[in-house]
C-alpha cells in the first residue's frame, strides 16, 4: 500500500507539483519546435541538396534518427503531463474532500475533529456529559458518513500516490535508450500494466533451479528494472514470492544448472548480463519494500531475519546460510533504516561467535558456497564472490545514511575528545580493530587491498557525511548541492566521524591504515568533509585558543583535541591516497576562507585570511612530514622506489579536481583513486561561490606552473615552502601585512599568540614529524 495517512493527504503542499504539471503542459510544444527548427535547418537542406554517395545516406539515417526521437520526446513529454495533470487532479480534490470535512464541523455544537488522524468525536459540556452514551448512539450514522468521506479521500489520493509513482518510474524502454511515445498516459494504464508486470515477475521468480531459461531470467530482470523503485510492486512482489523463495531466486540466478538438471540449456551470452542486472534491480526492488510497514512485509521482515543463520533450501548443490544470499541483495538499493540496523546486529552478533582467528575462518568453505555476487571488483587478484555476508550489508549501509550513522553512533555519556575504548562504538571497534577479514586463507604477504575493508570504508563515509558514499551529488551530477542543504553533517554525524579520529588516529592508526589500505581514500574524503573541523582544532595551542577564523557550518561540530586532529592527519599522511584528498581538500577550503574573508575589505578580514593561510601551512606540514618518514621508513634500503615514491608524492595537485566552474564553486572534489572514483563535498559557504571558482582557476597550486618532481624528503619540503609562499604572494599577503602592522594583532590575538607558542615549544621545518603525530608504520 501507498502508506498515506490523514495528515499526509491533508497538509500536503502541492505546490510543487503544479509548477510541475506546468513546466510539463510547456514542454510537447517546444520538442515539437526543436522538431520543425531540425528540419528546416538541418534535414530540409541536406535532403534538397544535390550531395550523394555513402556519407549522405549516413547523415540522412543519423538525421532520421534524431527527428524520430524528438518525435518521441513530443509523445513522452505529452503522456507525463497527461500522468502528472491527472495526479494534481486527484490529490487536490482528495484533499479539497477533507478540507470540506474540517470547515462542515467548524463550530458544531457537540462534533469535533482530531486533526491527527482525521476522525470525529464527541465534545461535552460537564452538563451533558451523563447524557454520552445516548448522544453517541444518535451521532452514528453521522460518524459512519464521516468516516467513509474521510477514508475515501485518503483512498483517492493513496492510489493516485501509487499510480504516479509507477509511471513515472517504470521505466518503460527496458534497457533501451531514448525517448519512448508508449510512456504511460494515464494513471489507470500505469496500475493495469504495473499489476499485469506484478503477476508475470512473481510467476518467474518462483521457477525451480535449474529449470529457468534464459529468455525468462532476461525477462524478470527487465521487468524488476522497470518497477524497482515502486513501492506497490516492490511489496506486491517481496510478499507475493515470499521470504524463502526470494532468497532462493537470487541463488538460482547464480546457478543456471544443478546436479538434478544437467541438461538445462541456458545461452551464457543472455544468461549472466541479466543476471548482473538482476542483482542491482532485484536489490533495489527489496529496498524499496522494506520501507513499507503493513503487516505482510513485517512479516516477511521477520522472516528474512529468521532465515539469516539458516542453510538455504536452494534446491542446487552448495547451500548458502540466509545471510551470504541476502546481503549480496543488499549491495544495491536504500534499504528501511530499522530493517538494516537488525539485520546487521543480528549478523555481526552471529560473525563475532563464529568467524574467529583460529584456523581457517568462517565464511571461506567453497563445499558450502560458491558465487553470490556477480557485481565483485578484483583486489589484487582476489574477486569478491559474495562469500563474506558483512561486505553487502556494509554496502547496504553505505547507501543509507542515516542508517549508518545510526549503527555507529557514539555511546552515551561521551564528553569531549574521545579518548577511551569505552567511548568507541562496539560495531565500529569490531570491524577496525578486531574482525578477521582475511577469510581465504592467505595470509601471507604484504596487505592486500580487500573489498571488506573498502566496504567499511563506504559505510563510514556514509555515516560521517550524510551521503551515500556514491551519491550522485558528489559525482558532479548535481554540481548545485549547497543551494539545497548540501552540508549534512550533523551532531551525530560528528559523534561518528570522532570516532574514527579517535580509531585511526590512535596509537594502533598507522597500523590500521597499512592493514587496510583500501580504507585509505575513505579515511581521506572523511578527513577532507571535515576539514573545517579538522583545522579548528589545529589552530589553537593543545585545546585551548581556537581560533574563530574557522567557525562551525553546523550544530554540535566535532570535537576532536589538537592532539587528536594532529594524530589523525599525521596517520592520513602515510598514505599516498588519503595524502593527496586531504592534501587537495585543505587547499580548497583554504580559498573558501579567502573568498569569504577577502583581504581588501578590512584588517578582521585580512587577520581571518592570513590565519588559514598559517593553519594550512601547518595541515600540509603534518601531511608532508608525514608522507616523507613513512616512505623513508619503508623503502629504507630501495633508493629507486624512494625516489619514485617521492616522484608521485605531489601527484594531487595535478589530478582529481572538477573540471566545471559550477561544481569547483560548491565544493565538489572529484577523487579518482585505485578504488573508483570520489566526490568530496568541501564545507564551503555559499556566498562567496563566484569568487572562490575565480580563486579557484587562477590558484597557483592547481593553475600555476608545474614545480619539479621531488626526489628525496628535502625537495618535497622545499616544494610544500615554495607552494605556500607562492599563495601568500599571488594573495597579497606581503602587502595586507605590511598595510595593517599591528592591527593584525589586536585582531588575532589568539593566532598571533598561537604562532608563537608553537615557535618557541614545537619548533618548525623538517624536524617536526619526529614529534608531531603519530610516528611511520614498521612491521
Known sequence: MSGLTYTDVRNANLTPLSEAVTQ???????????????????????????????ARDGAMEKFEWIQKQVSAAVSESLHVYNVMSEGLTQFTAAKKALEAIETELEGHKHLRLNKTDGSVYLQLSADEEPSRSALTKSYEDTFEHYRDRTRKAI???????????????????????????????????????????????????????G???????????????????????????????????TLQLWYNATH???????????????????????????????????????????????????????????????????????????????????????????????????????????????ADVDMLNLHGAKKDG????????????????????????????????????????????????????????????????????????????HALTAATTGYAWDAEELRGKDPEIFNHGGDRRTAGTADVMEQVVAVYGGENGPRLLHEQPSMATSLGVMGGSYVDDINYAVSGVGDSLENDAFPAGYKGRADFGSKGAVDFLSVLGQNPESHGIMNQAEHLYTLDRFAQNPSAEGVENY?????????????????????????????????????????NSTDWTRVGMSAGAPAVAQGIVNIVGKSGPWGLAIPVVMGGATEFAKLFHNDVVFSGPRLPEPAASSELFENGVTTLGKTAEQYEFPKYEKEYGAGVDAVDAKGTLSDRIKQAYLGTGTATDLYRGRGPYTP
Open 24 to 54: 510539463w503542459k510547456n514542454a510537447p510544444n517546444k520538442f515539437q519546435q526543436i522538431q520543425i527548427d531540425f528540419y528546416n535547418l538541418v534535414t530540409k537542406g541536406l535532403d534538397t541538396s544535390d550531395w550523394e554517395g555513402e
Open 155 to 209: 483512498e483517492q489520493a493513496a492510489q493516485a500516490d501509487s499510480a504516479l509513482v509507477q509511471a513515472l518510474t517504470a521505466d518503460v524502454n527496458g534497457e533501451s535508450r531514448g525517448f519512448n511515445e508508449k510512456a504511460y498516459d494515464s494513471l489507470g494504464e500505469a496500475r493495469r500494466e504495473a499489476e499485469k508486470d506484478l503477476k508475470q515477475a512473481v510467476s518467474l521468480g518462483g521457477i525451480e533451479n
Open 211 to 245: 529449470k529457468m531459461s534464459s529468455d525468462q531470467l532476461k525477462q524478470l530482470s527487465e521487468l524488476m528494472s522497470r518497477h524497482s523503485k515502486d513501492p506497490l510492486f516492490a511489496e506486491g512482489f517481496a510478499t507475493g514470492l515470499g521470504p524463502e523463495k
Open 256 to 366: 543456471p544448472r544443478n546436479l538434478n538438471f544437467p541438461d538445462t540449456d541456458i545461452d551464457e551470452k543472455v544468461w549472466w548480463p541479466a543476471a548482473e542486472n538482476l542483482q542491482v534491480s532485484l536489490g533495489t526492488t527489496l529496498a524499496t519494500a522494506t520501507h513499507s510497514d503493513s503487516p505482510d512485509m513485517k512479516a516477511w521482515k521477520d522472516e528474512i531475519l529468521r532465515m539469516g543463520p539458516e542453510r538455504l533450501e536452494s534446491g542446487g548443490n552448495t547451500h548458502p546460510y540466509g545471510y551470504q544470499v541476502m546481503s549480496n541483495l543488499m549491495r544495491f538499493g536504500t534499504y528501511d533504516a530499522k530493517f538494516l540496523n537488525t539485520y546487521g546486529d543480528r549478523l555481526l552478533a552471529w560473525d563475532k561467535k563464529n568467524n574467529t582467528r583460529d584456523g581457517l575462518p568462517y565464511w571461506s568453505n567453497n
Open 382 to 457: 582476489w574477486l569478491d564472490q559474495g562469500h563474506d555476508p558483512v561486505i553487502g550489508f556494509l554496502e547496504g549501509l553505505g547507501h543509507n545514511p542515516a542508517a549508518s550513522t545510526e549503527f555507529f553512533k557514539q555511546p552515551g555519556g561521551v564528553n569531549g575528545v574521545v579518548d577511551q575504548k569505552s567511548e568507541i562504538n562496539s560495531h565500529l571497534a569490531y570491524l577496525a580493530q578486531e574482525r578477521n577479514w582475511i577469510f581465504d586463507g592467505n595470509t601471507s604477504g604484504e596487505p592486500r587491498r580487500m573489498p571488506g575493508h573498502e566496504a567499511l570504508g
Open 607 to 647: 587577520a581571518h585570511s592570513r590565519r588559514a593561510l598559517l593553519t594550512e601551512a601547518e595541515v600540509r606540514g603534518i601531511l608532508d612530514h608525514s608522507l616523507a618518514a613513512q616512505i623513508d621508513a619503508t623503502y629504507q634500503h630501495d633508493k629507486a622506489a624512494a625516489e619514485a615514491a617521492y616522484k
